[in-house]
T-cell receptor, first 114, second 111 residues
């Protein structure tokens, strides 16, 4: 199984600012994903982070708002830009290996926007 | 598009058996997952089904019928610590390789 760490674990940010969340995996993985989980809700896929190319975004999510980087097979970042209170949520990094059906989740970053 | 349905809440008694159902509609089906999520924690993997039938793992079993777009998670000998949300998720090859989650079923286990 993969061990995933996320930084920061939580943050309180002001409206209009940006926050970058880091995801580090202890082994090389093929697939990396970013999810959002709003209070009392299930997980919504934001995008698939592709190594060496632009991320693939789901409907309703755009690169200008959620820029993603993935410079190698063990690390990715998600930036939440120009934040508003509606962005208050838990952001989760998730990984899966090639041929590995299990998908693992990081501990999440709890973001509060005031 | 994809659609995943599961009950919002269920209540069961300690020591009993509970079945949580999930129905789905998707294109490019590539497997169905069940995850457990305790409040304030990340989801943890419970099971994966890609072929029809029952997969058993200790107190937890998961069943899949691809023709019916149906799965269930069976929890036996319920314990208080099983109180959690149970998420049904479908992996699909549609516009990429990704896993989409249902809204989750919140299970309350009472003494």
């Amino acid at each position: 199984s993969a061990v995933i760490s996320q930084k920061p674990s939580r943050d309180i940010c002001q409206r209009g600012t940006s926050l970058t969340i880091q995801c580090q995996v202890d082994s090389q993985v093929t697939m990396m994903f970013w999810y959002r989980q709003q209070p009392g809700q299930s997980l919504t896929l934001i995008a698939t982070a592709n190594q060496g190319s632009e991320a693939t975004y789901e409907s309703g999510f755009v690169i200008d708002k959620f820029p993603i980087s993935r410079p190698n097979l063990t690390f990715s970042t998600l930036t939440v830009s120009n934040m508003s209170p509606e962005d208050s949520s838990i952001y989760l990094c998730s990984v899966s290996g090639q041929g590995d059906y299990e998908q693992y989740f990081g501990p999440g970053t709890r973001l509060t926007v005031t | 598009g994809q659609n995943i349905d599961q009950p919002t809440e269920m209540t069961a008694t300690e020591g009993a058996i509970v079945q949580i159902n999930c129905t789905y509609q998707t294109s490019g089906f590539n497997g169905l997952f069940w995850y457990q999520q305790h409040a304030g924690e990340a989801p943890t993997f419970l099971s994966y089904n890609v072929l029809d039938g029952l997969e058993e793992k200790g107190r937890f079993s998961s069943f899949l019928s691809r023709s019916k777009g149906y799965s269930y998670l069976l929890l036996k000998e319920l314990q208080m610590k099983d109180s959690a949300s149970y998420l049904c998720a479908v992996r699909a090859l549609e516009g990429g390789f990704k896993t989409i989650f249902g809204a989750g079923t919140r299970l309350f286990v009472k003494a």
